[in-house]
C-alpha cells in the first residue's frame, strides 16, 4: 500500500491505495473530479522528492503528495 | 536551517541574532527582506499552511547555491494566523560581497514565492479563505492531470 497525502487547501484526508506505479495513482485520483480539478495544478512528490514522471514504480510504504499551487511571505 | 513560529515573527529579535552571526566576520553585506502584511480587501489577518520536509529540501538546495558563492542564507516565516502590520517571512543574505548579496536575495525571494510549499489564506470576519489568485503552481506541476 501508498500513501497519499492531499497539502493545504485541498483539504482530504490522507488515502491509501494498492499499486505497481505513479501512473496507478494517477488513474485513481482522477476518478474523484474534486481531486483531479487539483492535479490540473498541483506538483507531485515522492517520498518527499517532487517527480517529474509518472513512469515510476511504487513499494510498500511510499509517501505520495499533492502540492498545489503555493504562496509563501 | 529554517525558522519557523507559531504566528506573528518577532522581526526585530531575528534579524539582531542573525547580524550577531556576522558580527566580526568581516562581511561587507547582510541584505535583510522583511515581509509584512497589509490591511487590504477586508482582511484582518493571513493564515499559513507549510510542509516541513519538502520546505527544508528547497531552502538546502538554496543554501548550496549560495554557499558557493560564499554567501549565507537566513529565512523565517510563521505558521497560521498573522495579522495585519505584522511580519509573516524574514529572509537574509549575508556575503562578504554586495553585488552576490543583492542577486542572491532578488532570485530567492522569487523562487519562494514559486517553490515554497507554504499555502496562503485570507482571513475575513474569521473565515479561513485559500488565497487561490496570488498562488502559483509549483514548478512540474499538472504530472497527473488527465489532459496529458
Not at chain 2, 69 to 78: D, E, T, V
Not at chain 2, 82 to 88: G, Q
Not at chain 2, 123 to 140: F, H, Q
Request: contains cysteine; charged residues 30%.
Amino acid at each position: 500500500m501508498v500513501k497519499i497525502e492531499f497539502l493545504g487547501p485541498i483539504g482530504k484526508e490522507p488515502i491509501l491505495l494498492d499499486v505497481k506505479n505513479l501512473n496507478d495513482v494517477s488513474k485513481e485520483l482522477n476518478k474523484d473530479e474534486n481531486i483531479s480539478i487539483w492535479l490540473e495544478k498541483s506538483a507531485v512528490a515522492l517520498n518527499d522528492m517532487i517527480v517529474n514522471s509518472l513512469d515510476i514504480e511504487l513499494k510498500d510504504g511510499d509517501k505520495i503528495s499533492i502540492l498545489p499551487p503555493v504562496c509563501g511571505g | 536551517m529554517i525558522e519557523i513560529y507559531n504566528g506573528p515573527l518577532d522581526v526585530k529579535e531575528v534579524i539582531s541574532r542573525w547580524l550577531d552571526e556576522i558580527n566580526g566576520k568581516n562581511w561587507g553585506a547582510f541584505i535583510p527582506f522583511v515581509g509584512i502584511v497589509r490591511k487590504e480587501d477586508g482582511i484582518e489577518a493571513l493564515s499559513f499552511d507549510i510542509y516541513e520536509p519538502i520546505l527544508e529540501k528547497w531552502f538546502d538546495d538554496w543554501q548550496k547555491k549560495a554557499k558557493e558563492k560564499g554567501a549565507i542564507l537566513k529565512m523565517a516565516h510563521s505558521r497560521g494566523v498573522v495579522p495585519v502590520f505584522t511580519s509573516s517571512y524574514i529572509s537574509a543574505v549575508m556575503s562578504p560581497k554586495r553585488r552576490i548579496a543583492l542577486d542572491l536575495i532578488d532570485e530567492f525571494v522569487e523562487d519562494f514565492k514559486a517553490n515554497a510549499p507554504i499555502w496562503k489564506y485570507d482571513v475575513i470576519d474569521g473565515e479561513r479563505i485559500y488565497a487561490e489568485a496570488r498562488s502559483t503552481a509549483m514548478n512540474g506541476a499538472g504530472l497527473m492531470s488527465k489532459k496529458d
